[in-house]
């Protein structure tokens, strides 16, 4: 079964070809970056009329790729959401249309799943169960997952994400847009001894998050000081060094929680070095066996949807050629869902 993955729902333009049988074929991604880079965040309408000019050309470049050998699509997988209900609307109607004209299935696929399962894609890929960690610009989610397909959400960000808290961040302290690499980079020359920034609701049970009011402090901190460059370097460090340790003691208490010794970190926000290096040495010291996928798979991409299809695909019977429950392959109706909990990607909202 070959499959085009289709991602569209924020500002990276992604698409992909993966076999069931060879794995993934090719991918391709646009990005955003520079369009949203002068507002320091994404301008939903300037997101979703950015896909509509790429996704059609991007997608015709991977069909007509060599590597693809000019072969059948068997099956379209398109990101439903959660997302900007703009920019989902662009690869869903794309995505159903393309499915239509072709006669073959179509799938729309929980955007978390897509990260929660693409260390899939690599060549040692966890095996079951497993506990993770999904950091992104609009999610910071821990997850148990007793099987593939088989979620239960054990914490979440009650107000920002991590991302979205290193975007403000980043913006507040003058450095570019996306801030995650704008703050690894400041961070990178600064003095870990100056400031020391809380760890939010790690002095009290449970396993959800808060970086609002990090993100308070760390404006707080700015507005005492000069902002030359030594201070913001500081400052940013204060504050990576402050999320990579409120994630590490999150992780650390889910993982006696469930006693699970595999942690998979997906989402735009895992491939930070500062969380990576703090993780590994947590896992080093607790045999915990830790997995990413590789980095231009940590972001929103085409393949992490395309495996994402296969999987759901498989599970509702294409496979083995009987009807496929929920691909809607003969009729272009189509939903996008902005807001949809992990845990109910078998029946979305709406």
């Known amino acids: 079964m070959r499959i085009l993955g289709i991602e569209t729902s924020c500002d990276d333009t ?18 955003q970056v520079d369009l949203h880079q002068p507002y320091g965040g994404v301008v939903p309408e300037l997101a979703a009329r950015d896909h509509i000019r790429v996704l059609l050309p991007l997608i015709d470049s991977l069909i007509k790729d060599p590597v693809n050998d000019a072969k059948k699509l068997d099956a379209v997988a398109y990101t439903a959401g959660p997302g900007l209900v703009g920019a989902l609307l662009v ?28 260390p899939m894609l690599e060549d040692s890929p966890p095996a079951f169960p497993f506990l993770a960690l999904l950091v992104s610009g609009g999610h910071t989610l821990l ?31 003058g450095l570019d847009y996306p801030g995650g690499p ?40 700015a507005q005492k000081h000069h902002l030359d460059e030594q201070t913001i370097a500081d400052i940013a460090l204060a504050f990576e060094i402050a999320v990579a340790d409120t994630l590490k003691i999150k992780c650390s208490r889910a993982l006696s929680q ?9 989402g735009g926000v895992g491939a930070n070095q500062r969380l990576r290096a703090t993780l590994q040495k947590f896992a080093d010291q607790n045999e915990v066996r830790l997995f990413y996928p590789r980095a231009e798979f940590c972001t929103d991409n085409g393949a992490m949807i395309a495996y994402a299809g296969c999987f759901r695909l498989a599970l509702a019977g294409l496979a083995t050629g009987e009807p496929a429950v929920n691909a809607h392959a003969n009729t272009c109706a189509f939903d996008v869902h902005p807001r949809w909990s992990l845990e109910d990607i078998e029946s979305p909202p709406g």
């Open 91 to 118: 690869g869903a109607s794309l995505g159903k249309s393309l499915a239509q004209s072709w006669g073959v299935p179509a799938i729309g696929i929980h955007h978390m799943e897509g990260h929660l399962l693409s």
């Open 143 to 173: 997850v148990d997952v007793e099987a593939a397909g088989n979620y239960k959400i054990l914490g979440q960000s009650v107000d920002d994400a991590a991302g979205e808290a290193f975007d403000k961040t980043a913006k507040l302290l």
């Open 14 to 31: 992604g698409a992909a070809i993966y076999d069931s049988h060879q794995g993934l074929i090719v991918h391709r991604l646009a990005s």
């Open 182 to 221: 704008a703050i690894a980079k400041a961070a990178a020359g600064g003095d870990a001894n100056r400031f020391t920034f809380p760890r939010p609701m790690t002095n009290r049970p449970g396993l959800d998050f808060s970086f609002s009011g990090l993100k308070t402090h760390t404006l707080t901190t």
């Open 258 to 266: 469930t006693r699970r010794k595999r942690l998979v970190v997906a």
